[in-house]
């Protein structure tokens, strides 16, 4: 199946669309004000370390202290003991860490001191010895052969280790030599910087999303790579000409009048993405609730009716749910734990033929990934790694009015809390007068409905109370002021 990147540069971020058969299957926003931190490699000093909950917190110069827990402590294969944090590091010691996961929402960054630098073929490992193969390589005698090249090509004096990215697979001697000497070019460097700067300090900064781009998105099913940017288009060449000339001939500037992204769709997609409610061909659809804990989908079947029977028309309508949920997750870029609620399914096979349909969509995403069976309450629990912020969380804010709720009180309800507050402000204060500022239909509620409750208790605390309608308010914002 032949893909296409987009890459929509402005000032202000760059927005990646990957696009399979004409449809967008995953987005990715980079917004130049706060670009992603993974990947990055800080000389830190350690704050503060909590032996109850075996990590420490460490200032490598962000609005937060990171975090590092003692599983993410590199200490050499042969260490036979797990010793406790508080034995291996020490308050105000100088420390090289990499950040794996971005700070996300209340959370500070989360870091690692094991290193790894990725290059287009490889990933280097300056502080193990080992070369290993990326799992999705599965022919043994494949991954023998290229663990033979790459020892070949590994220079005498070399002490790191090396990884095989699935794309090496048909890589040449010549591009792995280049991408070896690479990123033993940027090791060399981040050493040098880490003896020479004092901590606080950034010693390597990851890629840009374009050149990640480069890097990391392209694969032999890659037809093209349209840029909207001279400038960029530019940029992006040199650095393919140096880094990955393999992708250098995919590349094409796009010259047109109309927005590359209104021209694709991709900006009515984003819009989609943003919904709880994604809609299946079928009639079917989905809800799908993001919160801090976890992400929930459930699948309804909405109008679609089968053919033949209801257990047809179940079946139906969770095959085509599987393959939309894996391209939404993508698309979403949803992490952490996600339940998913098929429609219940009695028969065992409909079952196993809806999980493997699953299975085989998540086949695509470059993200790591475990899935679990139906639970015996028919629910479908999987996790996908979180090192990103999700787009709704890139794009948007909790909502002011209900505070992320998704839902507003009623007029009535609030109108009740404004009786019981007024009566509190009575027993506590004597005013000559009492005057009720809330939004349009709370207002009208007291003129009419709840005329006679405002009335009574006018009457109950011995003062006029006045109302006053404030089209700026939100349905639950009052003030009472005291005249």
Not at 198 to 204: R, S, T
Request: aromatic share 6%; with cysteine.
């Amino acid at each position: 199946m032949s893909e296409e990147i987009l890459i929509n540069f402005t000032p202000q971020e760059t927005r990646v669309a990957v696009m399979q058969q004409g449809v967008v299957q995953e987005l990715h926003i980079e917004r130049t004000a706060s670009r992603g931190l993974v990947g990055n490699v800080y000389l830190g000093r350690i704050c503060r370390i909590l032996p109850g909950m075996q990590s420490a917190f460490i200032d490598v110069g962000l609005d937060r202290t990171a975090f590092l827990h003692v599983a993410d402590i590199w200490q050499p294969r042969e260490t036979a003991t797990e010793r406790p944090i508080e034995k291996i590091l020490f308050d105000g010691q100088s420390i090289v860490v990499q950040v794996v996961k971005d700070p996300i929402g209340t959370k500070g960054a989360r870091l690692s001191t094991q290193i790894s630098i990725a290059g287009r073929m490889l990933v280097y490992l300056p502080q193990e010895k080992h070369i290993g193969i990326s799992q999705r390589i599965e022919a043994e005698s494949e991954r023998e052969a290229l663990r033979e090249r790459i020892t070949r090509l590994v220079p005498a004096d070399e002490t790191g280790g090396f990884i095989v990215r699935t794309m090496a697979e048909n890589a040449s001697d010549e591009e792995f030599a280049t991408d070896i000497a690479y990123l033993r070019k940027i090791w060399a460097d981040i050493r040098d910087k880490a003896r020479t700067c004092a901590p606080p300090c950034v010693l390597y900064q990851e890629l840009s999303l374009s050149q990640r781009v480069l890097r990391d998105f392209v694969n032999p099913e890659t037809a093209r790579m349209v840029i909207d940017s001279r400038e960029n288009f530019q940029k992006l060449s040199a650095f393919a000409q140096e880094f990955t000339p393999a992708v250098l001939p995919l590349l094409d500037h796009y010259t047109g009048q109309r927005p590359l992204f209104d021209l694709h769709g991709v900006e009515e997609e984003i819009q989609k993405a943003l919904a709880r409610r994604v809609d299946l061909k079928s009639g079917g659809y989905l809800i799908i609730d993001q919160t801090e804990a976890m992400t929930t989908i459930d699948v309804n079947t909405g109008g679609f009716v089968g053919v033949r029977n209801f257990d047809d028309t179940i079946f139906k309508t969770n095959l085509e749910a599987a393959v939309t949920i894996a391209r939404q997750l993508r698309l979403r870029n949803l992490g952490g734990i996600i339940i998913v609620d098929f429609i219940d399914m009695e028969n065992e096979e409909h079952k196993k033929a809806v999980l493997d349909e699953f299975n085989k969509a998540l086949a695509r995403d470059h993200t790591r990934l475990t899935v679990n069976g139906f639970t015996a309450l028919g629910l479908v629990e999987m996790t996908r790694k979180r090192t990103r912020e999700s787009l709704a969380h890139v794009l948007c804010q909790p909502c002011p009015t209900c505070g992320g709720r998704g839902e507003v009180k009623t007029a009535r309800t609030v109108a009740y809390e404004i009786l019981r507050e007024l009566l509190r402000e009575a027993r506590q204060f004597n005013a000559r007068e009492y005057r009720i500022l809330a939004g349009p239909a709370v207002v009208d509620l007291f003129l009419d409905e709840e005329s006679q409750s405002l009335a009574m208790l006018s009457d109950f605390i011995g003062k006029a109370v006045s109302l006053q309608s404030e089209p700026s308010y939100s349905p639950e914002q009052y003030d009472i002021v005291l005249m």
